[in-house]
Protein backbone atom coordinates (compact mmCIF):
# COMPACT_ATOMS: atom_id res chain seq x y z
CA UNK A 1 0.00 0.00 0.00
CA UNK A 2 2.81 2.70 0.75
CA UNK A 3 4.47 1.54 -2.34
CA UNK A 4 1.59 2.47 -4.34
CA UNK A 5 1.38 6.09 -2.47
CA UNK A 6 4.27 6.73 -3.20
CA UNK A 7 4.27 5.86 -7.40
CA UNK A 8 0.90 7.93 -6.89
CA UNK A 9 3.22 11.35 -5.74
CA UNK A 10 6.04 10.69 -7.79
CA UNK A 11 4.36 9.89 -11.47
CA UNK A 12 2.91 13.51 -11.65
CA UNK A 13 5.87 15.12 -11.01
CA UNK A 14 7.33 13.15 -13.86
CA UNK A 15 4.23 14.34 -16.18
CA UNK A 16 4.97 17.78 -14.84
CA UNK A 17 8.90 17.61 -15.91
CA UNK A 18 7.93 16.18 -19.47
CA UNK A 19 6.02 18.49 -20.10
CA UNK A 20 8.08 21.74 -19.16
CA UNK A 21 10.66 19.50 -21.37
CA UNK A 22 8.41 19.62 -24.59
CA UNK A 23 7.70 23.40 -24.36
CA UNK A 24 11.22 24.34 -24.09
CA UNK A 25 12.38 22.24 -26.90
CA UNK A 26 9.06 23.82 -28.60
CA UNK A 27 9.50 27.75 -27.51
CA UNK A 28 12.55 29.48 -28.86
CA UNK A 29 11.85 32.35 -27.27
CA UNK A 30 11.59 30.57 -23.64
CA UNK A 31 15.17 29.15 -24.96
CA UNK A 32 16.44 32.31 -25.40
CA UNK A 33 15.15 33.50 -22.08
CA UNK A 34 16.37 30.60 -20.47
CA UNK A 35 19.88 31.27 -22.18
CA UNK A 36 20.63 34.81 -21.58
CA UNK A 37 19.38 34.34 -17.50
CA UNK A 38 21.90 31.47 -17.79
CA UNK A 39 24.65 33.37 -19.00
CA UNK A 40 23.91 36.35 -16.76
CA UNK A 41 24.26 34.75 -13.43
CA UNK A 42 27.55 32.45 -14.64
CA UNK A 43 28.93 36.26 -15.53
CA UNK A 44 28.23 37.21 -11.45
CA UNK A 45 30.51 33.83 -10.10
CA UNK A 46 33.56 35.10 -11.59
CA UNK A 47 32.79 38.59 -10.90
CA UNK A 48 34.85 37.94 -7.50
CA UNK A 49 37.50 36.90 -8.60
CA UNK A 50 39.54 40.11 -7.40
CA UNK A 51 38.30 40.29 -3.89
CA UNK A 52 40.25 39.66 -1.39
CA UNK A 53 39.36 39.33 2.48
CA UNK A 54 42.96 38.93 3.54
CA UNK A 55 42.92 35.53 3.84
CA UNK A 56 45.89 33.47 2.12
CA UNK A 57 45.95 33.18 -1.61
Not at 10 to 16: E, F, L, S
Not at 24 to 33: H, N, P, Q, S
Request: one cysteine or more.
Amino acid sequence: MEKQAVLCICKPGRVIKTELLLEYTGDEELRRIVQATKNKCEGFEGSGNGVDFGGEK
